[in-house]
Nanobody, 120 residues
């Protein structure tokens, strides 16, 4: 079985930084897209950032210039470096991966979520 495990969330003051990590484990043959989403209280889940297998990167306009997504294929891990954090960044952050497992089946996986709180 395959799963995603997230870490790195916490409480930070406005203007501060956090780095989120999401590691996939299991019998994975290939990982295509690695993505980050977030869901603030009372709001719908929204797209944050994406990095493809070719390392093509997309960001939501609200985080462009402040966040940076990267991936380490050897570790099956995606990162989200978050700088200049604002209170409106407060949300539960979820990683998402589109993977091909060794049995040649495609799966879409979600992490358990990690809470980021930006507040004085």
């Amino acid at each position: 079985q395959v799963q995603l495990v997230e870490s790195g969330g916490g409480l930070v003051q406005p203007g501060g930084s956090l780095r989120l990590s999401c590691a996939a484990s299991g019998s994975i043959f290939m990982i295509y897209d690695m993505d980050w989403y977030r869901q603030a209280p009372g709001k719908e889940r929204e797209f944050v950032a994406s990095i493809g297998s070719d390392r093509e990167i997309r960001y939501a306009e609200s985080v462009k210039g402040r966040f940076a997504i990267s991936r380490d294929n050897a570790k099956n891990t995606v990162y989200l470096q978050m700088n200049s954090l604002k209170p409106e960044d407060t949300a539960v952050y979820y990683c998402n991966m589109k993977v091909l497992i060794v049995e040649m089946k495609y799966l879409e996986l979600w992490g358990q979520g990690t809470l980021v709180t930006v507040s004085s």
